[in-house]
């Protein structure tokens, strides 16, 4: 089992920055990549950013340029740098282990005012 933990969310103005963070526990051995997802209100959950162990990164064309996903492995953390936040990127964002199994986790809730 992987345990997740998000934090960093809340309330920013239109060209601001956030910088989330999802603290891993549990077998984080059998992890083989880390994302965020998102939720906008009314929209289904997408993807927005992934890692690979070895610190390959890819993103949804939405956030591209904007977001920044890196790892700090000896934290079991993963982070998600957020600069020129729009008001589309209001949204739950969750973070997500893929190994053994799929997990995820409460998710924060990130509200970019106009």
């Known amino acids: 089992q992987v345990q997740l933990v998000e934090s960093g969310g809340g309330l920013v103005q239109a060209g601001g920055s956030l910088r989330l963070s999802c603290a891993a526990s549990?077998?984080?051995?059998?992890?083989?990549?880390m994302n965020w997802y998102r939720q906008g209100p009314g929209k289904q959950r997408e993807w927005a950013a992934g890692i690979t162990p070895d610190g390959f990164t890819t993103y949804a064309g939405s956030v591209k340029g904007r977001f920044t996903i890196s790892r700090d492995d000896a934290k079991n953390t993963v982070y998600l740098q957020m600069n020129s936040l729009k008001p589309e990127d209001t949204a739950v964002y969750y973070c997500?282990?893929?190994?053994?199994?799929?997990?995820w986790g409460q998710g924060t809730q990130v509200t970019v005012s106009s």
């Open positions: 549990g077998s984080i051995f059998s992890i083989n990549a």
């Open positions: 997500n282990a893929l190994g053994r199994g799929d997990y």
